[in-house]
């Protein structure tokens, strides 16, 4: 009872001295006012988001739709515990035909993961040319390019915070299969409009998924410019920073 007591008087203090309090998602915003109550006119939701300076000193234009292929791009420590990637690699096994779809898993790989590789190959030799691991990238510029490529992206993360991968794949138009564990869906997707999510505890979600968008099913054509203008409004550092300063 003493700590409460000493956390509410504190927090009534930090509220009153802070000019504002941000939250990187929705779900991170609706859960710190539920819990802490915090003066509404001193919060902002803050999203996490890529640099256009950066991108554009590198990037001279994004593809149009037309230009980009069908891939499905995934990246981060390829292998780890957390990024779940084999969650991908048995869901793309599972389909009767991928048709023209290449996957690519881009990033480095985890120690033994090699074996995986194999072992996964050694069971579906017909995938050799379909899933692809390229490795660890250095090159900013050869990252983005595989983001200019792609037309979907896949993260299926056991947890995230606000993963800067779906901000950079939104920016490119990259339609998102995201798990359901990143509670950062909403923020990223506007509400599903640029996105699915799909369920970790069922093996068959993200395969359907998966089937939906290769058999055309999903329309991914209808999703790339919202995907486009909605990144461009709400997950770069300069439309956040104006609207920061704005609110400040």
């Known amino acids: 009872s003493k700590i409460k007591m000493v956390e509410l008087i504190l927090l009534k203090l930090f509220f009153k001295t802070v000019t504002v309090i941000t939250a990187e998602s929705?779900?991170?915003?609706?859960y710190f006012t539920k819990r802490f109550n915090p003066p509404f006119n001193k919060f902002v939701l803050l999203p996490n988001g890529v640099d256009l300076v950066r991108i554009y000193s590198m990037i001279d234009n994004r593809k149009?739709?037309?230009m980009k292929e069908n891939i499905i791009l995934s990246v981060g420590r390829i292998g780890s515990n957390q990024k779940n990637n084999e969650l991908l690699m048995t869901s793309i096994a599972s389909l009767n035909d991928i048709s023209d779809w290449k996957v690519f898993f881009v990033g480095p790989l985890e120690n033994g993961f090699d074996k995986v590789i194999s072992n996964y190959f050694e069971a579906f030799p017909h995938l050799r040319d379909?899933?692809?691991f390229v490795g660890a990238i250095d090159n900013p510029l050869e990252l983005y390019e595989y983001y200019n490529r792609s037309k979907v992206?896949?993260?299926?993360s056991r947890?995230?915070?606000?993963?800067?991968?779906?901000?950079?794949?939104a920016f490119f138009g990259n339609y998102q299969l995201l798990s359901d564990t990143i509670f950062a869906f909403d923020t990223i997707t506007d509400y599903g409009k640029n996105g699915k999510s799909f369920n970790l505890t069922d093996s068959t979600s993200l395969a359907c998924l998966?089937?939906?968008i290769i058999i055309n099913q999903i329309d991914l054509s209808v999703h790339f410019e919202s995907t486009i203008n909605y990144a461009s409004e709400n997950l770069t550092w300069q439309a956040n920073i104006k609207k920061l300063s704005n609110f400040i």
Request: aromatic fraction near 14%; include cysteine.
């Open 210 to 212: 998966l089937n939906s």
């Open 159 to 169: 947890f995230e915070g606000f993963p800067l991968v779906c901000c950079e794949a």
């Open 64 to 66: 149009s739709f037309d």
């Open 130 to 132: 379909k899933v692809i």
């Open 26 to 30: 929705i779900a991170g915003l609706e």
């Open 153 to 156: 992206f896949c993260l299926t």
